[in-house]
């Protein structure tokens, strides 16, 4: 069974500083997502990593993919108040189309 | 990308009846997903539902529960039977765009349902 466990939590972060949101999956798996959920709204995607090695980056967000260790990280650099949300991993089922989500991370960017 | 949308947005019900949720994309889809989201919680896969086949369901959902509809390629419906205040949650359809080489899978806005 697939499982993705996500730390931290929650992040309470001052803005400029950097930090790094892990994303730990049990099983091989064929694609990675990761997703920012602002409060009572949907879900956005922000980035499809689909092989070992993929890095991809958006503005002050940049997402990585180790398969070997099935392992993905999203760093957020110098974080700004607009960057507050929660993100998600989701996890691709090999050979399938579901995702399993991680549990999520709620940041919080404070002046 | 695909634009999804779902009817209805938000609803309040009484414990015991039934509310059927809308989810319709703009363009053809072959595969539709549904999703409960519990308060302040991540997202669960109720089920994966196919054009022209029953919904295959995840464990701990059941059709009597969940059934699902899928008549076309751009549309399905999920519907919450028999409700208690445990169903209160934000559902939501996704689909997946595998079939453009992207992969991506996409939300609709939610349905949040309250159970009274």
């Known amino acids: 069974e697939l499982k993705v466990e996500q730390n931290p939590l929650f992040l309470s972060m001052q803005e400029g500083k950097n930090y790094t949101i892990y994303c730990n999956y049990s099983?091989?798996?064929?694609?990675l997502y990761w997703y920012r959920q602002d409060p009572g709204k949907s879900l956005e995607s922000l980035f499809v990593l689909l092989s070992n090695g993929a890095v991809k980056q958006e503005g002050r967000l940049m997402a990585s993919l180790d398969t070997k260790a099935r392992l993905s990280t999203l760093h957020i650099t110098a974080a700004v108040h607009d960057l507050s949300a929660t993100y998600f991993c989701?996890?691709?089922?090999?050979?399938?189309?579901?995702?399993?989500f991680g549990t999520g991370t709620r940041l919080q960017v404070f002046p | 990308s695909a634009v999804i949308s779902q009817k209805p947005s938000r609803d309040i019900c009484q414990r015991g009846t039934s509310l059927t949720i809308q989810c319709q994309v703009d363009s053809q889809v072959t595969m539709m997903f549904w999703y409960r989201q519990q308060p302040g919680q991540s997202l669960t896969l109720i089920a994966t539902a196919n054009q022209g086949s029953e919904a295959t369901y995840e464990s701990g959902f059941v059709i009597d529960k969940f059934p699902i509809s899928r008549p076309n390629l751009t549309f399905s419906t999920l519907t919450v039977s028999n409700m208690s205040p445990e169903d209160s949650s934000i559902y939501l359809c996704?689909?997946?765009?595998?079939?453009?080489?992207?992969?991506?899978?996409?939300f609709g806005p939610g349905t949040r349902l309250t159970v009274t």
């Open positions: 099983t091989t798996s064929d694609r």
């Open positions: 996704s689909v997946d765009n595998t079939g453009t080489g992207t992969s991506e899978q996409y």
């Open positions: 989701a996890v691709g089922y090999y050979n399938t189309d579901k995702l399993i």
